[in-house]
């Protein structure tokens, strides 16, 4: 196997995501609005990344990226891209126990790709 240079492996992240997130638009096109929360899990070693969907705006949490999607303006809007390892206002919440908060206050439905 080829050694896959860094900036390659950003930009099939980044395709990878793009796809991913159309495909959920396209699962939920009927709904009128909703957000969605991107977020990776390390499960021995494989990184998987996850897709919530969400009927309220989540709070801020390292770690994740949130897009408000509104079907009846065709509009995504990229709310925020929070990486683990940034200083960080007191209102940012830690991504583990940010995913437990939101699955008690809001309807999730967990995507996995």
């Not at 969605?36 to 009927?55: E, H, N, Q």
């Not at 809007?77 to 990486?83: A, I």
Request: glycine share 4%; hydrophobic share 40%.
């Amino acid at each position: 196997m080829d050694k896959i240079e860094h900036g390659e492996f950003r930009d099939n992240l980044a395709r990878d995501l793009q796809v991913n997130i159309e495909r959920t638009i396209d699962m939920f096109k009927k709904e009128e609005s909703y957000w969605l929360l991107v977020f990776a899990t390390d499960v021995s070693g494989d990184i998987s990344t996850k897709i919530l969907r969400l009927s309220k705006c989540p709070p801020k949490m390292l770690g994740t990226i949130c897009y408000h999607v509104d079907n009846k303006k065709s509009q995504l809007k990229r709310l925020w891209v929070l990486p683990l390892d940034i200083p960080r206002d007191p209102d940012v919440i830690d991504l583990p126990s940010g995913l437990e908060e939101i699955a008690k206050s809001v309807e999730a439905d967990i995507l996995v790709y």
